[in-house]
């Protein structure tokens, strides 16, 4: 067995794991508002593409005009539509409307665990291992950029960081992971590292 195929079997079993839940307030707990906020059901994938030997990850810079984390690095996704089956339909959908990925080309290797964001979203993300013929068509009105980035590097804990900023006239902190030009932080950053930890525990 490659080197691709032991990280894919490894995914596997970290997706096996319990589900349980992450939040854009877990390094700032008493930021969290006092009453249980409304959260909308949203998904995201999480695309992972063989490239040779190695597995890189498919990531989107968001287009500066979106009313939620506009200019960011995402994973394709968004809220759930009322004729969504499910998550995972979310999941799919919005990344063919986002980066032109067919739901043919694409086997979910499963799901781990939800994620709050501060934009009153509750987040499913789903691992989805993606065809190498894809070559992405970006909605202009969504995405700005489609990018790779080594799955290696962004689930390695070395290049995990945590940085403050002013939001909405308070101090928060977040988890951040650069990778060249890119500035991956946010919710983004924290499922990234929620994976990173399953495989961990492996």
Request: aromatic letters at 6%.
């Amino acid at each position: 067995m490659d080197r691709h195929e032991i990280n894919l079997h490894r995914i596997q079993h970290a997706l096996a794991r319990p589900v349980r839940t992450s939040s854009d307030y877990d390094l700032d707990p008493k930021a969290r508002p006092l009453a249980p906020p409304l959260l909308r059901p949203a998904s995201v994938l999480v695309p992972l593409v063989e490239r040779g030997a190695t597995l890189s990850l498919i990531l989107t810079r968001r287009t500066a005009g979106l009313a939620h984390h506009p200019g960011q690095i995402a994973f394709p996704g968004g809220k759930r539509d009322p004729g969504d089956a499910d998550d995972e339909a979310t999941a799919l959908r919005e990344a063919h409307e986002e980066i032109g990925l067919e739901p043919s080309d694409v086997e979910v290797l499963g799901t781990f665990d939800r994620h709050e964001t501060v934009t009153r979203f509750n987040v499913t993300p789903f691992v989805g291992l993606v065809a190498e013929r894809f070559h992405p068509r970006p909605d202009r009105g969504e995405v700005d950029e489609v990018f790779e980035v080594p799955l290696a590097f962004v689930l390695d804990p070395a290049n995990h960081q945590q940085h403050r900023r002013r939001l909405n006239g308070q101090w928060r902190s977040y988890y951040a992971i650069p990778f060249g030009p890119h500035y991956i932080w946010g919710a983004t950053a924290r499922m990234i590292r929620t994976l990173a930890e399953r495989m961990r525990a492996e």
